[in-house]
């Protein structure tokens, strides 16, 4: 039988999108750690972000950050090297522009056109913590951006920035916010970490939950996608690809429900 790879968005999927809690998937992340099946992080969140949530859930596998920027993995998980810059105990694959290029291009569109637009760099830590929900320190956390810059509008969004934005070389995509960034996305990071997980295996199943438009590109890298129902009943009508599961349950409630139909299928 071949091996199983989960790999799934946080917010608004694994996690509560108000309160950030995972409490109603935990019998499939017991499940997962009882099999011995890798559970991915891949996320918009950054580097220190996941780490905390890595260590929140004793999760040690590789992970994908701000939305396909970076792929991190454990220097001691795999028994050869992986192709990547060697730092703090991961070998690094870097697939997006670094942070103070994506900002500087974010400032000159904004000028240019004049859009009521503002990022993350533009808000104090506080703000964040307001526009979040999350605590002050994990908005710090949040702040720390390697690969490019979540933003808002201040009031609905002008095309014409998000067309710059393409015009420029740069691309956005959305999930909880707007975000500009380089020529990457979940879907590139996620083939290129299933390539070394088929080196180490053997080609593998893959399972990729997601809500948003940003993990489209994931949806489409795995074998069984999953869209997680929206809080408000409703899901992302822009996600329309061939076998889309659809939770019937939200959030972590529908990421439980998602991962032990598959994994019913798969194993059962």
């Not at 998937?25 to 099999?35: I, N």
């Not at 905390?52 to 950050?65: A, G, Q, S």
């Not at 920035?161 to 995509?173: C, P, R, V, Y």
């Amino acid at each position: 039988m071949k091996k199983i790879i989960v790999i799934t968005d946080l917010d608004g999927t694994l996690l509560d999108e108000r309160t950030y809690s995972f409490e109603e998937a935990a019998p499939s992340l017991d499940l997962l750690k009882k099999k011995e099946i890798p559970l991915v992080f891949c996320s918009s969140k950054t580097q220190a972000e996941i780490e905390m949530w890595r260590d929140r859930l004793k999760n040690r596998h590789p992970f994908i950050v701000e939305n396909g920027g970076g792929i991190f993995v454990p220097e001691d998980y795999f028994p050869f090297p992986v192709n990547g810059e060697t730092r703090d105990g991961y070998y690094i694959i870097s697939l997006g522009i670094l942070y103070d290029k994506v900002r500087n291009q974010f400032i000159r569109l904004r000028h240019d056109l004049g859009t009521q637009v503002r990022g993350f760099g533009d808000m104090p830590v506080d703000e964040v913590a307001e526009l979040t929900g999350l605590p002050l320190g994990e908005s710090m956390l949040a702040k720390r951006r390697n690969y490019g810059e979540p933003f808002i509008f201040a009031g609905s969004p002008d095309e014409r920035f998000l067309k710059a934005i393409e015009a420029s070389g740069l691309h956005w995509t959305q999930g909880r916010f707007y975000h500009i960034m380089g020529d990457h996305d979940k879907g590139k990071a996620v083939r290129i970490l299933r390539d070394i997980f088929d080196r180490f295996w053997g080609p593998a199943v893959t399972f990729g939950l997601g809500d948003s438009l940003n993990d489209l590109p994931l949806l489409l890298a795995v074998d069984h996608p999953v869209m997680i129902r929206h809080e408000n009943g409703n899901y992302d009508e822009r996600i329309t690809i061939p076998g889309l599961y659809k939770t019937q349950k939200t959030g972590p409630s529908g990421w439980n429900e998602a991962v032990q139909r598959l994994l019913a299928g798969e194993t059962g």
